[in-house]
């Protein structure tokens, strides 16, 4: 599970790259259309990561407690 919470902190910063991008470019004057199209794309793909996240931390939860009753038994 751990390798899930260092994906899920590895896409937030690049999340919080691209907006930082966004801001700077939007300064700039230029692309801050196409700039703010990839970072709702971005944000929505890290809300649908997280969905995933939470399910399989869920999932793990539940065969463990399983695994740990089966070899107590």
Do not use: C, F, P, W
Request: hydrophobic residues 45%; aromatic residues 0%.
């Amino acid at each position: 599970m751990a390798g899930l919470t260092q994906a899920t902190k590895r896409l937030q910063a690049a999340l919080d790259s691209l907006e930082q991008a966004v801001e700077a470019r939007a300064e700039d004057g230029g692309g801050e259309t196409e700039l703010r199209v990839a970072l709702d794309s971005a944000r929505q793909e890290n809300a649908a990561l997280q969905d995933v996240a939470g399910a399989v931390a869920a999932r793990l939860d539940k065969t463990i407690k399983h695994l740990k009753t089966t070899l107590e038994a």
